[in-house]
Nanobody, 122 residues
Framework: QVQLVESGGGLVQAGGSLRLSCVASGRAFGRYLMAWFRQAPGKEREFVAATRWTDDNTSHADSVKGRFTISKDNDKNTVYLQMNSLNPDDTAVYYC???????????????WGQGTQVTVSS
């Protein structure tokens, strides 16, 4: 089993920034892709960004490229999502996920955190 605990969500004004954190623990989480997804009210959960513990490759959704950056700290077993230039369309519950992938495929992730709310006011 893998446990994922997110933190860092909150309320921010448009144009502001937030950094989300996801601490991973449990067996063999190091072999998995680590990703952030988000789900806005009334919408499907969508891919945001992904990375691996074993290399520096990353992937970002087109909607967040240039504004969001995924990173990791292997010593702390933590994955981050730095979110800049936030706008109201970024309002959603953000989830951390771990799994074999493929990268952007929701069903490719086996373990999920509880989610953290991000609200961007206009």
């Amino acid at each position: 089993q893998v446990q994922l605990v997110e933190s860092g969500g909150g309320l921010v004004q448009a144009g502001g920034s937030l950094r989300l954190s996801c601490v991973a623990s449990g067996r063999a989480f190091g072999r998995y892709l680590m990703a952030w997804f988000r789900q806005a009210p009334g919408k499907e959960r969508e891919f945001v960004a992904a990375t691996r513990w074993t290399d520096d490759n990353t992937s970002h959704a087109d909607s967040v490229k240039g504004r969001f950056t995924i990173s990791k700290d292997n010593d702390k077993n933590t994955v981050y999502l730095q979110m800049n230039s936030l706008n109201p369309d970024d309002t959603a519950v953000y989830y951390c996920a771990a799994g074999p992938g493929p990268t952007t495929w929701l069903k490719g992730y086996l373990y999920w955190g509880q989610g953290t709310q991000v609200t961007v006011s206009s």
